[in-house]
């Protein structure tokens, strides 16, 4: 395949050379550190992940029921908050000031909505109300 383009290659010496030239210098021992494959514990303890901010409010608009783990104030909130919130069809819209609905979105997903709305031909840095339009 490169044959039918007209290139030059020029050889480096190992000296100018230090990425390719590092391997080769390495120390070649013929006795190798051994691998331990023996770990002491082998059960994972506890796994962490972040929930998003409105997951309550979306399990309460599913199942019509409250995690028993919270308290009766927040139980409260979220049964007076439930009345601007919607589940259309998997996801969860609030319903803001002046009746405008907004789709309620994870912490992870928001930079990859401003992302791809700025990398489009016609991306960039607009009004509010522009990047509004753009992301919905």
């Known amino acids: 395949m490169l044959q039918e383009f007209n290139i030059i290659i020029i050889d480096r010496l190992g000296k100018?050379?230090?990425?390719?030239?590092?391997?080769p210098r390495l120390n070649k021992s013929s006795e190798g550190i051994p691998i331990d494959d023996d770990f002491p514990d082998e059960h994972l303890?506890?796994?962490?992940?972040?929930?998003?901010?409105?997951?309550?409010?979306?399990?309460?608009?599913?199942?019509?029921?409250?995690?028993p783990h919270l308290s009766a104030?927040?139980?409260?909130?979220?049964?007076?908050?439930?009345?601007?919130?919607?589940?259309i069809q998997g996801d969860l819209f609030y319903t803001g000031q002046y009746l405008i609905?907004?789709?309620?979105?994870?912490?992870?997903?928001?930079?990859?909505?401003?992302?791809?709305t700025n990398d489009e031909p016609c991306g960039g840095h607009?009004?509010?109300k522009q990047t509004a339009y753009k992301v919905l």
Do not use: G, M
């Not at 979220?78 to 601007?84: C, F, L, N």
């Open 101 to 116: 609905i907004h789709r309620c979105v994870r912490e992870d997903e928001v930079f990859d909505i401003f992302k791809s």
């Open 73 to 87: 104030h927040e139980k409260r909130n979220i049964i007076q908050k439930i009345a601007e919130y919607s589940w």
């Open 16 to 23: 100018s050379n230090v990425v390719a030239d590092y391997l």
């Open 45 to 67: 303890f506890a796994v962490s992940t972040k929930s998003p901010w409105f997951v309550d409010i979306d399990n309460y608009l599913v199942t019509r029921k409250l995690p």
């Open 126 to 128: 607009f009004t509010d």
